[in-house]
């Protein structure tokens, strides 16, 4: 079975920039995404488009078709007394939720000064070519309610033993 829109893919990958390692599904279940609902990078999306169970692919994703360009917009200083916590207590990196004008953001600490804070509201992948090395474990049609809902269901731990039972004969 080709993938196409509606269809349920199981995969795993593993995602480096410039060669460096960022995260990978090994030693994991496999993600598993409905095909057409905006659960995936849309570059990833179109490029699984065709392939079947089976298939091992490589393919690099430039910025506009993964989390966007960096935007220097989303940078942002704001007092430390703002955000309700002591300046000391952030460390570059950590994520922090705050309430902003459009709702909760979450938003990554760049730099804790005595009373300013400096906060990124960029994915952390954010202007990067991302390179994505696929294997597609499984794809089957999505059920009416997995369209409904925008996302797959991931198979009960009961049906994937039986599934493996069923095919080690």
Do not use: W
Not at 82 to 89: D, M, N, Q
Not at 113 to 136: E, K, Q, S, W
């Amino acid at each position: 079975m080709e993938i196409e829109k509606d269809h349920v893919v199981a995969f795993h990958y593993a995602l480096s920039e410039n060669g460096r390692p960022l995260e990978s599904s090994e030693n994991q279940d496999p993600m598993v995404c409905l095909i057409g609902a905006g659960n995936i990078i849309p570059g990833l999306e179109e490029a699984m488009l065709g392939r079947s169970k089976g298939d091992s692919f490589s393919v690099t994703i430039p910025p506009e078709k993964a989390y966007g360009p960096f935007q220097e917009k989303l940078l942002t200083r704001v007092s430390a007394k703002h955000l309700g916590v002591e300046a000391r207590k952030l460390k570059p990196g950590m994520v922090l939720r705050i309430q902003t004008r459009r709702g909760p953001q979450m938003m990554r600490v760049v730099k804790a000064g005595r009373f300013m804070v400096n906060l990124d509201a960029n994915h952390p992948m954010a202007g990067m070519t991302l390179t994505f090395d696929i294997d597609i474990q499984d794809v089957r049609a999505a059920t009416d309610e997995e369209i409904k809902q925008r996302r797959a269901q991931a198979p009960a731990a009961e049906e994937v033993q039986n599934d493996e039972s069923a095919t080690a004969d």
